[in-house]
């Protein structure tokens, strides 16, 4: 089993005027995680995008233990440990958002709702319901996280004039790197709450498929509109 840090994972921020960018080094615009317009636009919508998704996670199992901690009290470590690891995703992401000074998503009132509702309607539905929604919300989330570090590992070098040579070095900003530390761990221990998801009877959830294929259109319809409004 992954175990998470409670320790949070702080980045620098990536922008500075562009006056200190022009005076300073190639080394030291590398040290400062110079970045272009376009990819300080992507970094704001990775935050935004994945504060919001993990906010939605940290209210659906709010309503899942509240659901079910009192019907199926054997079900509570495990809803408690992978609710605590969400609260923990959502603080880190609440915390570079400030950091970047990124606005939070327009729609954060009906994530809250919405998320709290499927906790909670999945919880009384009986515990196959409710791993069932686990497993389908953490599929789309493994897969957005994906798809994110290979964005940050493509497109985010920076290259960096040797002085002595003059040559071009592509490298990827300190910044970038814990990023993508960030959301490679983030992303293992979402999989590790499928797994678990399955290993407690998600696909014993009647209607399984219709459920599971509802609730990843929901999921995949949040994260569009979240990094874009």
């Known amino acids: 089993m992954i175990r998470h840090s409670r320790n949070l994972i702080k980045l620098q921020s990536v922008r500075y005027a562009s006056t200190k960018g022009k005076e300073n080094s190639a080394t030291e615009n590398l040290r400062l995680g110079y970045l272009s317009d376009a990819q300080n636009a992507y970094m704001d919508r990775v935050i935004r995008v994945d504060q919001a998704g993990e906010l939605g996670a940290n209210f659906i199992y709010n309503g899942q233990y509240l659901a079910l901690s009192h019907k199926r009290p054997d079900l509570k470590p495990i809803l408690k440990h992978m609710w605590e690891?969400?609260?923990?995703?959502?603080?880190?992401?609440?915390?570079?958002?400030?950091?970047?000074?990124?606005?939070?998503?327009?729609?954060?009132?009906?994530?809250?709702?919405?998320?709290?509702?499927?906790?909670?309607?999945?919880?009384?539905?009986?515990?196959?319901?409710?791993m069932a929604?686990?497993?389908?919300?953490?599929?789309?989330?493994?897969?957005?996280?994906?798809?994110?570090?290979?964005?940050?590992?493509?497109?985010?070098?920076?290259?960096?004039?040797?002085?002595?040579?003059?040559?071009?070095?592509p490298t990827v900003p300190e910044e970038i790197k814990d990023m993508q530390k960030l959301v490679s761990q983030?992303?293992?221990?979402?999989?590790?709450?499928?797994?678990?998801?399955?290993?407690h009877d998600a696909h014993g959830a009647r209607p399984y498929w219709l459920l599971t294929e509802a609730i990843k259109l929901t999921c995949r319809g949040a994260i569009w509109t979240a990094e874009r409004v």
């Open 186 to 199: 983030f992303r293992d221990e979402e999989l590790e709450h499928l797994d678990t998801a399955v290993e």
């Open 85 to 130: 690891q969400e609260i923990h995703h959502h603080n880190t992401f609440n915390n570079l958002q400030v950091e970047r000074r990124v606005r939070p998503s327009l729609l954060t009132p009906l994530w809250k709702v919405g998320a709290m509702g499927l906790g909670i309607a999945t919880g009384l539905m009986g515990k196959e319901a409710a």
């Open 133 to 169: 929604c686990t497993e389908a919300v953490e599929t789309v989330i493994g897969g957005h996280y994906n798809q994110q570090l290979r964005v940050l590992t493509n497109q985010f070098h920076v290259d960096v004039v040797n002085e002595e040579t003059g040559v071009n070095t």
